[in-house]
């Protein structure tokens, strides 16, 4: 709709200065405020057929939520909740969700959508401006709190009475106290946990994955095992807590490559077996590059070197990886032979 | 005798209206007319930017309702259960009875997987917009008096909304939170002294145990939002006391506010938005997939999976951690964890440098006035490159936090990238601030200029001479008021040396340390000073057009 077709009457008194055009009305001082520019009207101010159609903008976007709204309970009653279709572009995704999802975000983006084009369009936006009263108080109110505290103060004597102030500050100072004390069950006192493994001599290495006992033929040159210790179940109470220190990495390296020497003895021809909980901050190492025989934690990308003791190449760990002390039994299964020397995982103050 | 009139006024007109007679009840009782008096009509005035801490109120809210339906389904508790449900890959698993209820509410509650993902979705979005809202406060200096508490009011709610967030992911107790949660009991092992006794009882003994993900939800519900409702409705309570700030326009001075109306303009358009935000979370959660932990597994401490990554807003502190080398010191049978201590210290201390940033201000400028007029960041150079120097130092840290998703995106070298996280630490913000700071000079000048000398046109006139100028048009009175509205503070001077009774008198630090950070924020090499009357006079009878 073009503005011709506005009655005459409904447009506003022609503006003296095209837009634009300038004239400072301040010669004294230019920069001074004009105060609030004059309210500049809206088509739906002026134009009882347009304010109309916004009315029927936001009763058809209020209708849509209503419809939207009827749509959800039918989504909600009719579709399985199993149920799986595509989108494009998106993929296979669950029906349900997608269709709760839409029509709930349809039903409140449009009321949100009504009311703000009811806002804008039909309800006035004349600014007007409010005064603001300073936040301090004034001089009078101030002295009057003043004086009302003193007389407070006078009459309770707390200056005067030292031995009650005294008295009482240490009452209240010592009451958290219990609170404090209550907290301490929270847990066992460390002691000396964060140093023992599950591991001790003639533990079997099993294989996490088999939860078969391993011998050295199972580990092959270049490959990366995980073992936890012979004994071990999933179904055992405290499992994660143990599996959380005792996990193992086996990796078996060329005798040769071995720059270690301590290395080399602590394992069994080339077989080494290595704490799996990186000493940075305790996650599972898992990346291991076989040509150069260094593992990358993924968290945050500790690398140690496992032909050299372990010791760390690149990253934010702080000391080298734990080895544990491994032979072969008489039965041909390879065996821990003490627990670990060292405390696994993340180092802490404790641990010297 | 005033009741008895009153009385009578009534029986002439019959009974009140319904709606007047439950207002005048709740008014007997409670005072709303006096509190709808000063608050119905309160006037609000109008900018884009003034809606970023509305998205955070809304999604706050969004959070609560969904988060109490959640709690419905959810049983916060470790014990191992073995996997029945519907997802196959996973039957015959053993897992904890957190993650087996979150399988619960994603695969057999009809719309449980969209109102979790709608939580998840609106922690987000209420992280970042307290960011960007916190943003917005800063580069105009709308924490300037009376509004520094509410600043820090606003700044808790964002340290706290991090850690909600960070007790809230871990609930499901899968193997991504479960790592993120391995990571936290490291860093507290770090802290000297009492870092053992700290885990133990944070977790019930050894890490895992069977208490952190009941404890984590009692802070996660009930001690956390608690205490952010409360400091909500304070921050909004304030707000409303203050009167909210505005831009320099003209009619707007600092003793006013100008816009429209509570009722009906802002009930409608603010409580529209709720429910837009809220739309549009809703939508995003029905074709965006968030956390899904069935592809993730139930938590082993002894499994992992690459590309572990926290929720943007804890990237940060991951970034931290990452980059920090691994300094280790060992004596008298103690261990000093620096490389993972360090970050846990530095990590409260990027946020409180941008938090107590108001205070060093308001004490280089020594002002003690009310500012209710919005600042135009190129207006405050040293103020604006401060804070794009922060911004810098936490994207830096960001791009440390995900160096893996870097390194495997970009094809780059995983060391490089944390090399270059470690000098940028120190050197980014540096840079950030010297370069923002010429910009908004730059931007100054530009004002300057279009004051003095008007609009450039775009239009070309040739002179008889030959000579081509181009056409600028003068400013109107309300661009020049607005442009000419700011504020500029001179340097701030040492005393003389000598008091007035002519005896030296002792320069403090303190007190040279203020001039020259005062010399640094307002000396003529810091800030453009703007033209004066007598300057724009000059220019504009002098030779017209120029």
Known sequence: MSSQDIPEENLPAEQGDAHGAVKVADEENPFSDPGLPPHEHRIQDIDERAAKRSERTVALLFTVSMLSTIAFIASYVAIPVDKAIYVWPIGHISALNFALGVTLGLALFCIGAGAVHWARTLMSDVEVADERHPIEASPEVKAKVLADFKQGAKESAIGRRKLIRNTMLGAVAMVPLSGVVLLRDLGPLPGTKLRHTTWAKGKKLVNMNTGEPLRPADVAVGSLTFAMPDGLSEEDHDFQKNIAKDALMIVRIQPDNIKSKKSLEWGHEGILAYSKICTHVGCPISLYEQQTHHVLCPCHQSTFDLADAGQVIFGPAGHALPQLRITVGEDGYLEALSDFEEPVGPAFWERG | MSTASTTDARDKRGKAPAGERVADWADGRLGIYSLAKANMRKIFPDHWSFMLGEVCMYSFIII?????????????????VEYHGPYVPLQGQLM???????????????????????????????????FVHMMRVFFTGAFRKPREVNWLFGFLLFVLGMFTGFTGYSLPDDLLSGTGVRFMEGAVLSVPIVGTYLSFFLFGGEFPGGDFVARFYSVHILLLPGIMLGLMVAHLILVFYHKHTQFAGPGKTNNNVVGMPLLPVYMAKAGGFFFLVFGVIAIISAIATINPIWTIGPYRPDQVSTGAQPDWYMGFSEGLIRVMPGWEINFWGHTLVLGVFIPLVIFPLVLVAIAVYPFIESWVTGDKREHHILDRPRNAPTRTAFGVAWIT??????IG????LWATHFHLSINAITWFVRIAFFVAPVVAFIITKRICLGLQRRDRDKILHGRETGIIKRLPHGEFIEVHEPLSQEQLHTLTAHEQYKPAEIGPAVDENGVARKITRREKLRAKLSKGYYSEDNQILKPTVEEYKEITSGHGHH
């Not at chain 2, 936090?401 to 893996?404: A, I, P, T």
Request: net charge negative.
């Open chain 2, 64 to 80: 609560i309702l969904t988060g109490v339906y959640l709690t419905l389904f959810f049983h916060p508790s470790m014990n191992e």
């Open chain 2, 96 to 130: 904890s009875e957190a993650f087996n209820s979150t399988m619960h509410i994603s695969f057999e509650v009809r719309g449980g997987l969209l109102i979790r993902q709608i939580h998840h979705w609106a922690a987000l979005v209420f992280l970042a917009g307290m």
């Open chain 2, 393 to 398: 130092w936490y994207m830096v840290l960001l």
């Open chain 2, 401 to 404: 936090g995900g160096n893996d």
